[in-house]
């Protein structure tokens, strides 16, 4: 008897008993994850608001409930069955807006980073130099220590640029048949890391050429790297006479 009332709910399309459970226990584990992610997040804006961060300005809560309805798989192997199902689920997040510097696009850009909670600290590596939680007035410290920083980035950027278009317009002027170029060198700090900086190279017709390393002002720009194509082709007995009769 039990068999024939399986196979008639199979037929029709019906749900078993033991299927029915699964899709309303599914259904109450999303309501319990949406209660949770929500309790969650209200105790984040918390600690956020009492560690000095605005809504809107230093942080977003993007968090809602939505209805979905579409075809799920629950069970597994020989139990495995599909079915509609119509749920209550929960998008979005708790996220903190920090400034960061785009040397691409030399502009100022904000940009979004999730956001935990461990008791009553909150962790945001994006912003922060170790990948840990910080009190909520530690943590808002560092967001402003960073956006300090993405606005110094800015300012010597540009500064920087300005500097360069100067020192390219000059030598233009005084060399107008040579070629100007502005390119990049590096050198090894004392951890080994590949520092760069930009140079402006004076090119004439012969070949030869000088570079020159920028200063931080305008007209303090120091000869970086030098060659004489000319005498470059020389043997050394013709250097000798050169230098000899300087």
Known sequence: MENQELQLEIDFGMLTAAQQERVDSFIQNQKNLIQNNIKNSNAIETLLNGGGFIKGVDYENTIKTKIVTGEKEFGYGADAFKVDVTYEAVDGNISILYKKYDSRENKIVTQKSYVGKELNKLQCSSITPQ?????????????????????????????????INYTVEKYKNLFPKAEVTVGRDYYKNYRSN??????VMVKFESGSYISFRMGFKIDEEVVYKKHDAVE??????EILNLYNNQ
């Open 232 to 237: 470059a082709n020389l043997t050394p007995i």
């Open 194 to 199: 590949y520092i760069e900086f930009p140079i």
């Open 131 to 163: 990948y840990r939680a910080y009190k909520p007035k530690s943590l808002y410290e560092k967001l402003l220590e960073n956006n300090s920083n993405a606005q110094n980035e800015y300012d010597s950027a540009n500064h920087e640029k300005a500097v």
